[in-house]
């Protein structure tokens, strides 16, 4: 997936409540493209999801996995590939999604919900501690790896 390939899919859900998440999130906290990506991860407001689906549909995206409530696939024209999380917000801005684990879901706190570039755009996405976060408990790939050593570059840098 090419960052064209991401802004045009985040201008189509131009309204919508979406975060970027995943390699493409640690690129959009980086402002550059530092590796090639095979998805597109994207966090949103689980309220939202019909809406959301039906402009994705609309561009000819279908799912093509269900691990619902947790997460689900939609893979498009391109081929491109767009891995949707529903979150269920707190009147604080914090935010749930479940997990595979019933009564232990993923937890968002409200400042890591920030902004990053991509291609020179302003996007959402989550902070540099929660990726960091979400990227415990599985052994790493070597892309993992790779933005591991960019999301402590961040911390150590800046504090996020």
Known sequence: MTGDDVLEILNALDG??????????????????TRTHDDLDLMHREEQEPQLL???????????L????????LTGPGPRE??????????????EQSSLTPGEPFRYPAD??????ILGRTVRCLSARQQLHFHQGYEPRERDLHDLELLHGIIGGAGS
Do not use: K, M, N, Y
């Open 54 to 64: 039906e402009v994705l549909q609309e561009r000819g995206f279908v799912e093509t």
């Open 112 to 117: 890591c919900f920030v902004t990053g570039t």
């Open 16 to 33: 919508f409540d979406v975060h970027v998440g995943g390699g493409w999130g640690v690129d959009a906290l980086v402002g550059r493209q």
């Open 66 to 73: 269900s691990w619902r409530p947790v997460r689900f696939v």
């Open 82 to 95: 767009i891995d949707l999380h529903p979150l269920r917000f707190a009147d604080d801005g914090s935010a």
